[in-house]
């Protein structure tokens, strides 16, 4: 992780504010059906800073790698603005800029992501294709992008279906890196590996941010696993972001009712412990098509009142570089509780 703490709010390399993204669903009838407008993410302002991992988690279905597609600009917002390096890229639901190969991604599955028609070599190139290097240049990229990530000249031939689970994701990466971006998205980068291979590619990204001063979007459904890795940690709720602050301290005094549900959720290696019995978040994430009034996660929130069915609460300020989007921020956490959750270390 990188130390950002000295950078001032005009040096962000990543602006967003506003961004709204919505799709239009049918029903059972098809197209005789009337449409209906779901809201996959909600007025979702934040900043990323040079050089750190900002992470964002959240249950499955909260939006988040919707949120990564319209970074990368695979999707298009309908509202709001997107800038990199205080160039905008996206306003208001038109694409003004290409990324110029600045902003690339790492997908969840490298069996999905990677063509099983292609060799390495290809695969590797493919971001490349609009820049039209020559051909002596463009292999020696691929090449020194290979050897970034941990892989010999003998795996430019093979195929996806010849390597393992985690080679896969290293070429994943490779490719990733090949353009020289600034800035990296990673949505689940380790969740369809096994726990070994896990850690590697973990250490993998911690040294490749260090030697080429990357900036990491990092999205994951597991919360101990972000505030490990991640500088600040933004919570995703329902298509809305619902904290976000340093890491140290979304884990420490969690400042939201959802954020301290997967806090607690997460399982801590203690065979005898006692907490398995109450590890479930009640109920079930709302839907994006007809979302509760008020707070969206008023049903499933041990400390819901009668303000949280009706006002939807705005994301603020409730310590130093810490905000929350909860009514009772202020009375029930920095009040009411004395000392911080007991939050595993991967």
């Not at 949505?187 to 590697?200: I, K, M, R």
Request: aromatic residues 6%.
């Amino acid at each position: 992780m990188q130390n950002v703490q000295d950078i001032t709010d005009t040096e962000y390399i990543l602006k967003i504010e506003g961004l709204s993204k919505r799709f239009a669903i049918r029903g059972s009838r098809g197209i005789l059906a009337p449409k209906k407008e779901g809201k996959a993410i909600e007025n979702v302002s934040f900043n990323v800073k040079p050089g750190e991992t900002f992470g964002i988690v959240g249950e499955s279905g909260s939006g988040k790698s919707t949120l990564l597609l319209c970074i990368a600009l695979i999707m298009i917002p309908e509202e709001g603005t997107i800038k990199l390096n205080g160039r905008e890229l996206v306003s208001n639901g038109k694409r003004l800029q290409k990324t110029d190969g600045k902003i690339q991604m790492v997908f969840q599955d490298p069996n999905s992501s990677l063509n099983p028609t292609l060799q390495v070599k290809q695969l590797v190139a493919e971001p490349m294709e609009p820049f039209k290097e020559k051909k002596d240049t463009l292999e020696e990229k691929v090449v020194k992008a290979l050897d970034r990530v941990g892989l010999d000249l003998t795996f430019l031939g093979k195929y996806p279906n010849q390597l393992s689970g985690g080679q896969k994701q290293r070429v994943a990466i490779a490719r990733a890196l090949v353009t020289n971006p600034s800035l990296v998205l990673l949505d689940e980068p380790t969740s369809a590996l096994d726990v070994a291979t896990q850690a590697q590619v973990i250490n993998l990204l911690n040294k490749l941010q260090k030697e080429l001063n990357l900036t990491y979007v990092f999205v994951t459904h597991n919360i101990a696993l972000a505030g490990y890795l991640s500088d600040r940690l933004a919570v995703f709720y329902a298509g809305g972001l619902r904290e976000l602050g340093p890491a140290q301290m979304v884990s420490d005094k969690p400042l939201h009712p959802y954020t301290e549900s997967l806090w607690k959720s997460t399982l801590l290696p203690e065979p005898n412990s006692n907490t398995l019995l109450s590890l479930e978040i009640p109920g079930e994430p709302p839907s994006f098509i007809n979302p509760p009034s008020g707070c969206s996660f008023h049903p499933r929130c041990n400390y819901m009142k009668e303000i949280c069915r009706t006002d939807l609460p705005e994301l603020r300020k409730i310590a130093s570089e810490h905000s929350s989007a909860c009514h009772f921020a202020e009375e029930i956490f920095l009040s009411g509780r004395k000392e911080p959750l007991n939050t595993p270390t991967p």
